[in-house]
């Protein structure tokens, strides 16, 4: 193929396919990781439902899984939960099977939560189809590519806890308790 050739698709490829501007861009990733977030919590509704949960104790587990073994209050600060709350999840995921307290070895004071490796038995079939769609689109990118999303996604979690911790100091009255 001669140059001219190759540069004259170029020039028509470009000219098919506009470059977006960085305000585009910003707006495309601000409404798909909106996108992102409802259908995170749609489907985390229905897992929960199949194995007999609600989702916020769904996604506490899935935090406790991330974790491993841990306290209640390590638990809460996660989740942003009242301790309260963050106990009253853990007594529902305990009393389903999925949790147990124990003490901790090295302090006999504290006690950890950890999760009943047999009981996630009945969630990882409910993620597999879409773990195995993921992982078939994760191999379509560099590794450049994908650490460029990690660093992207640990900025926004970040910024996503700074909003839960001010949320948490908003007027108590119009927050509701899980």
């Known amino acids: 193929m001669s140059s001219i050739l190759i540069i004259k698709i170029f020039i028509v490829t470009v000219q098919i396919v ?24 749609l489907i985390s509704d229905l897992v929960a439902g199949l194995v007999g949960l609600n989702s916020t104790d769904l996604e506490c587990l899935d935090l406790l899984l991330l974790a491993g ?28 099977g999925f949790v147990r307290r124990r003490r901790d070895a090295n302090d006999r004071r504290r006690v950890l939560v950890e999760i009943v490796k047999s009981s996630i038995d ?19 990118f560099s590794d450049a590519e994908l650490a460029a999303v990690v660093d992207y996604m640990t900025r926004a979690l970040e910024a996503g806890a700074e909003h839960v911790a001010w949320l948490q100091t908003q007027a ?6 899980a």
Do not use: C, F, M
């Open 172 to 177: 108590a009255g119009t927050r509701r308790r």
């Open 122 to 140: 009945r969630i990882v079939p409910l993620y597999a189809p879409i773990k195995a769609r993921v992982n078939q689109l994760n191999r379509q």
């Open 69 to 96: 073994p841990t306290t209640a209050g390590k638990l809460g600060e996660h989740t942003g939960l009242t301790s309260g709350a963050t106990t009253a999840v853990i007594d529902r995921l305990e009393r389903a």
């Open 18 to 41: 506009p470059r977006r501007t960085r305000a585009e861009l910003l707006e495309r990733i601000e409404e798909t990781l909106r996108k992102v977030s409802a259908q995170s919590v």
